[in-house]
C-alpha cells in the first residue's frame, strides 16, 4: 500500500492505506481536542479564529493560530521534500522514510504530552498538525489525490455528490467505479469515526499516551508493507 503508485495502484492498496491512515487521523484529532482542546488534523477551522482575532486587534494570538495553518503547511512541505529527494536517491523508501518521521513525532507526544499538556498547549498542538500535514501530503501524493485522510469537509461533499449520480450512471463500469469510490470514502469516513471513539475512550485512562496506538499501527503498516513485497517478489522469482 505504500509502494504502488500510478497505474499499479488498485482500490485495494487505497482501501488499505485509507484504513491505516484515517484510523490515525482519527484519534489524533480526539485525543489533541481533549488534551489542549485545539483542532489537530486541519486547519479549516483555524483560518476563522484567525481572521476573527484580527480583526479584535488580538495580533499575539492571531499569531498563535497563524503558527497553527504554517505548522501544517510546513509538514505538508517537509513530506514533499523528502518523497521528492527519495524518489532521486532510493524511491523504495520514498514513502516509508516520511511515515516513520510522522510516527517519531506522535512517538514524543505520546510520551512526553501529558507533562507539558498545561505549560506548551500550542507546542502540542502544532507538532500534532505538523505530522498530520505530513500524513495528508503523503497519502495525496501515493494515491494520486484520491485519498484524504485528515478532515472529512471535502470528503461527504464528495460522498454527497456520488451518492447522487447513482441515480442517473446506469452504465455498469460507471457504476462500478461509483461504488469503488464510495465504498473508498465510506472506509475512509468510518475509521475515522473508529480511531476518534478508541482515541476517546481511552484517553480518561491512558491520556495522551494512548497515542502509541497510532505509533504501532503505523509501524504495523510499515513492516506488513514490507513483507508482503518481499513475499511477492520471491513468488515471482520462483515462477521463472
Known amino acids: ?7 499499479t495502484r488498485t482500490l485495494a492498496h487505497n482501501l488499505k492505506i485509507a484504513s491505516l491512515l484515517s484510523f490515525v487521523a482519527g484519534m489524533v484529532n480526539v485525543v489533541g481536542f481533549l488534551a489542549v482542546q485545539r483542532l489537530t488534523t486541519n486547519v479549516t477551522g483555524h483560518f ?9 486587534l488580538n495580533f499575539l494570538k492571531a499569531l498563535v ?3 497553527y495553518i504554517f505548522f501544517f503547511l510546513l ?16 524511491e523504495r ?13 506522535l ?30 501530503s503523503l497519502v495525496t501524493k501515493i494515491s494520486n489525490a484520491v485519498v484524504r485522510t485528515t478532515h472529512l469537509t471535502g470528503l ?9 449520480q447513482l441515480f442517473f450512471y446506469k452504465e455498469a463500469q460507471q457504476k462500478k467505479q461509483l461504488l469503488s469510490s464510495i465504498r473508498l470514502r465510506l472506509t475512509i469516513i468510518s475509521f475515522f469515526f473508529t480511531g476518534g471513539i ?3 475512550v481511552f484517553y480518561n485512562r491512558f491520556n495522551m499516551h494512548v497515542l502509541l496506538v497510532s505509533v504501532v499501527c503505523l509501524l504495523a503498516g510499515i513492516i506488513y508493507d514490507y513483507f508482503k513485497f518481499k513475499v511477492i517478489t520471491i513468488a515471482r522469482k520462483l515462477k521463472k
Not at 500500500?1 to 497505474?7: C, E, N
Request: one cysteine or more; glycine letters at 8%; a negative charge.
Open 107 to 136: 512517538l514524543v507526544v505520546a510520551v512526553y504530552g501529558p507533562a507539558y499538556a498545561t505549560r506548551l498547549p500550542d507546542a502540542i498542538a502544532c507538532s500534532l498538525l505538523f505530522a498530520m500535514g505530513m500524513q495528508n
Open 1 to 7: 500500500m505504500f509502494r504502488h503508485t500510478g497505474k
Open 198 to 200: 478508541v482515541g476517546g
Open 156 to 164: 461527504f461533499t464528495d460522498l454527497g455528490i456520488e451518492l447522487s
Open 48 to 56: 476563522a479564529f484567525l481572521v476573527d482575532e484580527v480583526f479584535r
Open 93 to 105: 523508501y520514498e514513502f516509508i522514510v516520511p511515515v516513520i518521521a510522522e510516527s517519531l513525532i
Open 65 to 67: 493560530f497563524f503558527s
Open 75 to 90: 509538514g505538508s512541505f517537509v513530506s514533499g521534500v523528502m518523497v521528492e529527494y527519495l524518489q532521486r536517491v532510493n
